[in-house]
Protein backbone atom coordinates (compact mmCIF):
# COMPACT_ATOMS: atom_id res chain seq x y z
CA UNK A 1 0.00 0.00 0.00
CA UNK A 2 2.71 2.34 0.92
CA UNK A 3 4.07 1.47 -2.61
CA UNK A 4 0.47 2.35 -4.42
CA UNK A 5 0.63 5.54 -2.41
CA UNK A 6 4.17 6.54 -3.09
CA UNK A 7 4.53 6.38 -6.87
CA UNK A 8 1.37 8.02 -7.79
CA UNK A 9 2.60 10.98 -5.24
CA UNK A 10 5.76 10.61 -7.06
CA UNK A 11 3.88 10.87 -10.18
CA UNK A 12 1.91 13.77 -9.44
CA UNK A 13 5.31 15.75 -7.88
CA UNK A 14 7.01 15.36 -11.39
CA UNK A 15 4.11 16.03 -13.67
CA UNK A 16 3.81 19.09 -11.07
CA UNK A 17 7.36 20.07 -11.16
CA UNK A 18 7.40 19.46 -14.86
CA UNK A 19 4.26 21.78 -15.20
CA UNK A 20 5.64 24.17 -13.61
CA UNK A 21 8.93 24.50 -15.55
CA UNK A 22 6.78 24.12 -19.11
CA UNK A 23 4.83 27.32 -17.59
CA UNK A 24 7.99 29.52 -17.17
CA UNK A 25 9.43 28.10 -20.88
CA UNK A 26 6.24 29.61 -21.95
CA UNK A 27 6.29 32.44 -20.25
CA UNK A 28 9.90 32.53 -21.48
CA UNK A 29 9.45 32.28 -24.97
CA UNK A 30 5.99 34.15 -24.95
CA UNK A 31 7.98 37.04 -23.33
CA UNK A 32 10.58 36.66 -26.07
CA UNK A 33 8.52 36.11 -28.96
CA UNK A 34 6.46 39.54 -27.83
CA UNK A 35 9.64 41.35 -27.29
CA UNK A 36 10.78 40.75 -31.02
CA UNK A 37 7.58 41.21 -32.23
CA UNK A 38 7.73 45.00 -30.58
CA UNK A 39 11.17 45.58 -31.64
CA UNK A 40 9.92 44.54 -35.35
CA UNK A 41 7.25 46.98 -34.84
CA UNK A 42 9.42 49.93 -33.60
CA UNK A 43 11.94 49.44 -36.48
CA UNK A 44 8.76 49.99 -38.78
CA UNK A 45 7.68 52.95 -36.80
CA UNK A 46 10.75 54.57 -37.08
CA UNK A 47 10.76 53.44 -40.85
CA UNK A 48 7.72 55.08 -41.24
CA UNK A 49 8.84 57.97 -39.06
CA UNK A 50 12.14 58.59 -41.50
CA UNK A 51 9.54 58.74 -44.34
CA UNK A 52 7.18 61.51 -43.08
CA UNK A 53 9.53 63.51 -42.75
CA UNK A 54 11.26 63.11 -46.18
CA UNK A 55 7.52 63.51 -47.50
CA UNK A 56 7.29 66.71 -45.36
CA UNK A 57 10.46 67.79 -46.83
CA UNK A 58 9.11 67.02 -50.28
CA UNK A 59 6.04 68.77 -49.87
CA UNK A 60 7.91 72.07 -48.65
CA UNK A 61 10.04 72.43 -51.48
CA UNK A 62 7.24 71.87 -53.69
CA UNK A 63 5.17 74.81 -52.14
CA UNK A 64 8.91 77.00 -52.45
CA UNK A 65 8.68 76.18 -56.20
CA UNK A 66 5.12 76.52 -56.62
CA UNK A 67 5.37 80.30 -54.74
CA UNK A 68 8.81 80.94 -56.95
CA UNK A 69 7.15 79.93 -60.19
CA UNK A 70 4.31 82.19 -59.58
CA UNK A 71 6.89 84.80 -59.57
CA UNK A 72 8.80 83.80 -62.26
CA UNK A 73 5.52 83.87 -64.43
CA UNK A 74 4.97 87.29 -63.30
CA UNK A 75 8.08 88.74 -63.93
CA UNK A 76 8.15 86.82 -67.69
CA UNK A 77 5.10 88.33 -68.39
CA UNK A 78 5.56 91.60 -67.65
CA UNK A 79 8.83 91.64 -69.54
CA UNK A 80 6.65 90.58 -72.27
CA UNK A 81 4.30 93.20 -71.91
CA UNK A 82 6.90 95.97 -71.60
CA UNK A 83 7.87 94.49 -75.19
CA UNK A 84 5.03 94.51 -76.71
CA UNK A 85 5.07 97.83 -75.71
CA UNK A 86 8.28 98.87 -76.66
CA UNK A 87 8.78 99.61 -72.97
CA UNK A 88 12.29 98.97 -73.12
CA UNK A 89 13.87 101.26 -70.93
CA UNK A 90 11.37 100.29 -68.13
CA UNK A 91 12.95 96.56 -68.44
CA UNK A 92 16.38 97.92 -67.96
CA UNK A 93 15.28 99.69 -65.02
CA UNK A 94 13.15 97.22 -63.18
CA UNK A 95 15.08 94.38 -64.11
CA UNK A 96 18.43 95.68 -64.05
CA UNK A 97 19.53 94.34 -67.23
CA UNK A 98 21.23 95.82 -70.30
CA UNK A 99 20.06 95.09 -74.12
CA UNK A 100 20.06 96.71 -77.20
CA UNK A 101 16.86 97.20 -79.55
CA UNK A 102 17.98 96.39 -83.17
CA UNK A 103 15.45 96.19 -85.83
CA UNK A 104 13.21 94.65 -84.11
CA UNK A 105 15.52 92.52 -82.13
CA UNK A 106 16.87 92.58 -78.75
CA UNK A 107 20.48 91.91 -77.92
CA UNK A 108 21.04 90.81 -74.22
CA UNK A 109 24.53 91.89 -73.05
CA UNK A 110 24.38 88.64 -71.35
CA UNK A 111 24.79 86.63 -74.38
CA UNK A 112 27.03 88.97 -76.02
CA UNK A 113 30.00 85.98 -75.98
CA UNK A 114 27.55 83.37 -77.21
CA UNK A 115 29.08 81.12 -80.44
CA UNK A 116 25.94 81.91 -82.33
CA UNK A 117 24.15 85.41 -82.20
CA UNK A 118 21.26 85.44 -79.92
CA UNK A 119 18.40 87.82 -80.02
CA UNK A 120 14.57 87.84 -79.05
CA UNK A 121 12.39 89.21 -82.14
CA UNK A 122 10.12 91.48 -80.68
CA UNK A 123 7.37 90.50 -82.63
CA UNK A 124 6.05 87.18 -80.66
CA UNK A 125 5.89 89.67 -77.47
CA UNK A 126 2.64 90.25 -78.34
CA UNK A 127 1.25 86.83 -78.99
CA UNK A 128 -0.63 84.44 -76.36
CA UNK A 129 1.77 82.63 -74.04
CA UNK A 130 1.30 79.02 -72.68
CA UNK A 131 3.60 77.50 -69.81
CA UNK A 132 5.46 74.88 -71.14
CA UNK A 133 8.17 74.07 -68.43
CA UNK A 134 10.09 75.32 -65.18
CA UNK A 135 14.05 74.28 -64.47
CA UNK A 136 15.40 75.15 -61.60
CA UNK A 137 18.98 74.31 -60.79
CA UNK A 138 21.58 75.67 -58.72
CA UNK A 139 22.73 78.28 -60.59
CA UNK A 140 20.14 79.27 -62.49
CA UNK A 141 15.92 79.07 -62.93
CA UNK A 142 14.72 78.62 -66.53
CA UNK A 143 10.97 78.88 -67.44
CA UNK A 144 9.21 77.48 -70.82
CA UNK A 145 6.72 79.03 -72.30
CA UNK A 146 5.18 77.97 -76.06
CA UNK A 147 4.00 80.75 -78.04
CA UNK A 148 1.27 80.65 -81.01
CA UNK A 149 1.15 82.78 -84.02
CA UNK A 150 0.98 82.80 -87.36
CA UNK A 151 3.44 83.23 -89.69
CA UNK A 152 3.90 85.32 -92.85
CA UNK A 153 2.67 82.98 -94.95
CA UNK A 154 -0.77 82.72 -92.79
CA UNK A 155 0.23 79.03 -91.10
CA UNK A 156 -0.28 78.40 -87.26
CA UNK A 157 3.45 78.49 -86.10
CA UNK A 158 4.89 77.59 -82.36
CA UNK A 159 7.80 79.36 -80.62
CA UNK A 160 9.88 77.82 -77.72
CA UNK A 161 11.30 80.99 -75.62
CA UNK A 162 12.73 80.93 -72.14
CA UNK A 163 13.32 83.17 -69.12
CA UNK A 164 16.59 82.51 -67.44
CA UNK A 165 16.63 83.90 -63.71
CA UNK A 166 19.66 84.32 -61.97
CA UNK A 167 21.10 82.58 -58.66
CA UNK A 168 18.86 85.36 -56.71
CA UNK A 169 15.91 85.32 -58.64
CA UNK A 170 17.07 87.84 -60.90
CA UNK A 171 16.06 88.57 -64.61
CA UNK A 172 18.61 87.54 -66.74
CA UNK A 173 16.98 87.37 -70.46
CA UNK A 174 14.53 86.11 -73.10
CA UNK A 175 15.63 83.64 -75.87
CA UNK A 176 13.82 81.48 -78.43
CA UNK A 177 14.82 78.00 -78.59
Known sequence: MKRSILNP???LMVSFIS???DDKYDKKSLTLEYETQIE???VEINMLKDELIL???ELEQEKKNREKLQIFDHKARNIMNYIANNEF???RSDFDVELEVINGKIYFDELADAPIEQYFPTELAGLPMYFSFYNPQN???EVGYFLYGY????SETKYDIHFRFGKKDEFIYVGTE
Open 89 to 91: DKI
Open 139 to 141: DFT
Open 9 to 11: GIV
Open 19 to 21: ACS
Open 151 to 154: NQYG
Open 55 to 57: VNY
Open 40 to 42: KKN
